[in-house]
């Protein structure tokens, strides 16, 4: 079946050290998204793709960015996990621009 | 003031109820509306799409808009226990040069047996 593939679905890291994120995706959408989720929190929008084109929302932390190599994968990088940061990190996909999001199962980080 | 509003319950239910869930907005000029349901651990899959006032209807789930009170409304007749999971509303926030839902925190529902 077509879908949205989050890989880990659980990551650990340590205070202050990189961690990525991954995403895949065989709906072959053209729009790809990271949302941040905190407990009991509504999904928080940090950056979209439409293609290639990157638009990251003012409030996003320098800290977080995202790479997208091919239609297929997105990745999420977080260069200095605070305690903050712990969240579930959800990857979701849509054909264009104004149409439904598919999401992944999400990965829940933790930052030890 | 937040673009979307919901009251985070929990709403616990007897099986076989009429759930009502609702969500306000601030923006008038929304023009459609969305129900995502989230499972526990999960990433929330769309449930119903709307575009207009009125109600628009999808087997036991009926979503209802009231743009002169920007009150939106999800229906679940005869709940099931299947039904518990957070139930998320969405409108269309401009972001890049499209829209990009913006979600509320959610409605946690619990339907007992």
């Not at chain 2, 769309?46 to 109600?55: E, I």
Request: glycine share 8%.
């Amino acid at each position: 079946d077509a879908m949205v593939i989050q890989n880990p679905r659980y990551q650990v890291t340590q205070f202050g050290k990189p961690v990525t994120l991954s995403c895949s995706q065989t709906l072959n959408h053209n729009v790809m998204y990271w949302y941040q989720q905190k407990s009991s929190q509504a999904p928080k929008l940090l950056f979209h793709y439409y293609d290639k084109d990157f638009n990251n929302e003012a409030d996003t932390p320098d800290n977080f960015q995202s790479r997208r190599p091919n239609t297929s994968f997105c990745f999420l990088d977080i260069r200095s996990p605070g305690l903050g940061d712990a969240a579930m990190y959800l990857c979701a996909t849509s054909g264009g621009r104004e149409e439904k999001l598919f999401f992944g199962s999400g990965t829940q980080l933790s930052v030890l | 003031q937040k673009e979307v509003e919901q009251d985070p319950g929990p709403l616990s239910v007897p099986e076989g109820a009429i759930v009502s869930l609702n969500c306000t907005y601030s923006n008038s000029a929304f023009q459609y509306f969305m129900w995502y349901r989230q499972y526990s651990r999960k990433g929330p899959e769309l449930l119903m799409y709307t575009y207009s006032s009125g109600n628009k209807e999808d087997g036991r789930f009926t979503a209802q808009v009231d743009k002169s009170s920007k009150y939106i409304s999800l229906f679940i007749r005869d709940s099931q226990p299947s039904d518990s999971a957070t139930y998320l509303c969405a409108v269309p926030n401009p972001s890049g040069g499209s829209y990009i839902p913006t979600f509320g925190r959610g409605t946690s529902l619990i339907v007992h047996p």
